[in-house]
T-cell receptor, first 114, second 114 residues
Framework: GAGVSQTPSNKVTEKGKYVELRCDPI?????LYWYRQSLGQGPEFLIY????????DSGLPNDRFFAVRPEGSVSTLKIQRTERGDSAVYLC????????????FGPGTRLTVL | GNSVTQMEGPVTLSEEAFLTINCTYT??????LFWYVQYPGEGLQLLLK?????DKGSNKGFEATYRKETTSFHLEKGSVQVSDSAVYFC?????????????FGKGTHLIIQP
């Protein structure tokens, strides 16, 4: 079946602009995660959704970052007033029911802030 | 807080050599441990996992044993192939405390020469 998909695959924006990154999880997966991977580093946890609600947003770096999952399926990560330090690959993952399950990762969105 | 430390790369080996990639962890609760692999141009894939002490995860000839006494989860393979060239990430999921996402190491780039 289809895996986790993310759009766009690449996004170039200017400092100060607003961006939205989209994640389509595997069908039926109730748990969804966002991570950020900077060059030469491992992925860093940002936020975890269980259904429509954010069960853990402790990894969001500041209030410029926000994520939603209004119908419990597709999720959007929103970044306001982008900064050059936000440049990274943003990864989405989903798992069947909870954090105890294996997470399946999407290909990522490479965000470049000029 | 939780953390994962893995050996720095790149690690360069000849085909059929024995592989060890060291991984140690710090966790506040009772973690599950994972190795993820990222092949060139592809997304993160789960390679193997272990959910409790003394469990051994194995897949594609790779093995890792969950050692609680040494807080380690070293990845081994008896005879590597060129196709094993990739970046390997050790990770933990701490269901007894800390954030609900995976905590990753920085990754080890493995290069296998024919």
């Amino acid at each position: 079946g289809a895996g986790v998909s993310q759009t766009p695959s690449n996004k170039v924006t200017e400092k100060g602009k607003y961006v939205e990154l989209r994640c389509d999880p595997i069908s039926g997966h109730t748990a969804l995660y966002w991570y950020r991977q900077s060059l030469g580093q491992g992925p860093e946890f940002l936020i975890y959704f269980q259904g429509t609600g954010a069960a853990d947003d402790s990894g969001l770096p500041n209030d410029r970052f926000f994520a939603v999952r209004p119908e419990g399926s597709v999720s959007t990560l929103k970044i306001q007033r982008t900064e050059r330090g936000d440049s990274a690959v943003y990864l989405c993952a989903s798992s069947p029911t909870s954090i105890r399950d294996t997470q399946y990762f999407g290909p990522g969105t490479r965000l470049t802030v000029l | 807080g939780n953390s994962v430390t893995q050996m720095e790369g790149p690690v360069t080996l000849s085909e059929e050599a024995f592989l060890t990639i060291n991984c140690t962890y710090t966790a506040t609760g009772y973690p599950s441990l994972f190795w993820y692999v990222q092949y060139p141009g592809e997304g993160l894939q789960l390679l193997l996992k272990a959910t409790k002490a003394d469990d051994k995860g194995s897949n594609k000839g790779f093995e890792a044993t969950y050692r609680k006494e040494t807080t380690s989860f070293h990845l081994e393979k008896g005879s590597v192939q060129v196709s094993d060239s990739a970046v390997y990430f050790c990770a933990l999921s701490d269901q007894g405390g800390g954030a609900d996402g995976l905590t990753f190491g920085k990754g080890t780039h493995l290069i296998i020469q024919p």
